[in-house]
């Protein structure tokens, strides 16, 4: 049945992936209209204009767990809608790789996977496996109010 199937986007990170539905998914951008800040957390690159709004710019992975920085010439910036009230711009971006992959999944085609040692697990709602990749799926509201409190930090 159409109501059983997902509609949903892949965002490549770097060594890892995330899985949101189509719907928060607003614009992807070139990682030029990245404007860093300077100051703040290493997770929290910067703002990208999008819409007359400052757009906070988040590398999830490095929130998620610092590590190596990935090569930024495959880097492209995604625009998110914001699910909860912490964003005055009504939404947040993420430093993704390459382009989002659009999937329509049904039920099947999801299978549950333990989430990794190094994952902060109030940041990854779950992990699932699709067909053979591992992908995560984040809690936004979560990753909001990290953001709302590294704003009001600086």
């Known amino acids: 049945m159409i109501r059983d199937q997902i509609h949903a986007v892949l965002l490549a990170l770097h060594g890892d992936s995330l899985l ?5 998914v607003a614009e992807v951008l070139s990682r030029d209209a990245l404007q860093p800040s300077g100051s703040g957390p290493p997770w929290l690159l910067g703002h990208c204009m999008w819409n007359a709004r400052s757009v906070p710019v988040v590398r999830f ?13 495959r880097e492209r910036i995604v625009v998110l809608h914001s699910v909860g009230a912490h964003l005055p711009s009504g939404h947040l971006a993420l430093v993704i790789q390459g382009y989002p992959h659009l999937v329509t999944l049904n039920r099947s ?3 549950p996977a333990a989430l990794d040692p190094v994952d902060r697990d109030e940041l990854i709602l779950a992990r699932v496996q699709i067909a053979s990749q591992m992908t995560a799926i984040p809690d936004l509201e979560t990753i909001e109010a990290e953001i709302a409190r590294a704003q009001m930090a600086r």
Do not use: I
């Open 109 to 111: 085609a999801l299978r």
């Open 61 to 73: 992975e490095t929130l998620n767990c610092p590590g190596d920085e990935p090569d930024p010439r």
């Open 20 to 24: 949101l539905p189509n719907v928060a």
